[in-house]
């Protein structure tokens, strides 16, 4: 059976299944689709690497997008 | 005759480019830009909504049509801005960054340290960095130092819709320094727009004055209007202002 483990995502804690990658998190958080910045314990994860990039307790994620703003 | 301009590599024919927030709904933001004629777009950047499967901003923004111009709203410190604009990098964007660092949320006027700051390390990270700030010369002209594509001034507080408050300032900004000078943030309206074309700006940069009218769409056509009106006004160059009336009917032949 799968252990699970804590992080945070966008200021949330969460469980996740460990050896999960940032590309699975994606998807099952339906966002595999769409255009999504990952930044991981403040670095940049590209998305390039996000299929090899496998997530470890106590990781804090922001997934970022563009929005509609102005000044 | 065409009247383009320059913004680094890019030749643009449109002199006004619009912000994408505070629409009623994304059908609203895609008819708005598409009736100010913009050729350049600003978005922000924010955390995924993880709760919402709703349709974004991106989905009413045509890339072929537009250029995202990502901003830095919302950041305090330089290091905060530059952190924000290496998300927009991998967001997948055009080269251009909207540098924005505030002081105050009260009046979000910027820190133009903080910003001269984070202009010289974007720049150096090979940015094409078009920063807001204060009307003020000094400012601009380091900015401009720090290589700079442009100089954004504030022509009132932002979302304020006060019009220009010192176009004198904006004049001499304009008159001493060398790259593209866009007046950001203030304008309410579409004589505001007209006056800082008539000043010599290149372009002018606003979002809540369009989003924030009763019709915006017909707003960014009135935006659209009063810009290109304003900036053939100040091709043409104005009349010389006098004290005193000067008809322009003849006096000579007048009945008796």
């Not at chain 1, 940049?44 to 922001?62: Q, W």
């Not at chain 2, 002209?141 to 001034?153: F, S, T």
């Not at chain 2, 001493?176 to 304008?187: E, R």
Request: glycine letters at 10%; charged letters at 25%.
């Amino acid at each position: 059976m799968s252990t699970s483990i804590d992080v945070v995502i966008n200021g949330q804690p969460r469980k996740i299944e460990e050896g999960t990658t940032v590309s699975v998190l994606l998807d099952q958080l339906g966002l595999g689709e769409r255009r999504v910045a990952v930044e991981r314990n403040r670095e940049i994860v590209p998305r390039a690497v996000h299929a090899s990039t496998m997530l470890a307790a106590g990781d804090h994620l922001e997934l970022v997008t563009f929005v509609g703003g102005g000044s | 005759m065409s009247d383009t301009w320059k913004l680094g590599d890019k030749t643009l024919s449109s002199r006004i480019i619009v912000g994408t927030g505070k629409y009623a709904s994304l059908d609203q933001t895609r008819a708005a830009l598409a009736a100010s004629g913009a050729e350049i777009v600003t978005v922000a950047l924010r955390r995924v909504d993880l709760t919402s499967k709703e349709p974004t901003v991106l989905d009413a923004i045509d890339r072929k049509k537009y250029i995202l111009l990502p901003n830095t709203a919302g950041c305090y410190t330089a290091d905060e801005a530059i952190r924000t604009l290496h998300l927009a990098r991998e967001l997948g964007m055009d080269e251009l960054v909207k540098l924005e660092v505030i002081g105050d949320p009260k009046t979000l006027f910027p820190d133009n340290t903080a910003t001269v700051e984070a202009a010289k390390r974007l720049v150096k990270e090979g940015f094409k960095v078009l920063p807001y700030c204060s009307d003020d010369l000094i400012t601009c002209k380091r900015l401009e130092e720090a290589g700079c594509l442009a100089v954004m001034p504030l022509a009132a507080p932002i979302g304020s819709g006060l019009g220009i408050r010192n176009p004198h300032n904006i004049r001499l900004i304009i008159e001493n320094v060398g790259v593209p000078v866009i007046v950001d943030a203030g304008v309410g309206t579409a004589s505001d727009a007209a006056i800082a074309m008539e000043l010599g700006c290149v372009a002018v940069l606003m979002n809540t004055g369009i989003a924030g009218a009763k019709d915006p769409v017909l707003m960014a056509e009135a935006m659209r209007l009063a810009v290109d009106g304003g900036r053939k006004a100040f091709r043409a160059g104005r009349m010389p202002r006098k004290d005193y009336a000067n008809a322009s009917s003849p006096t000579a032949g007048l009945i008796e």
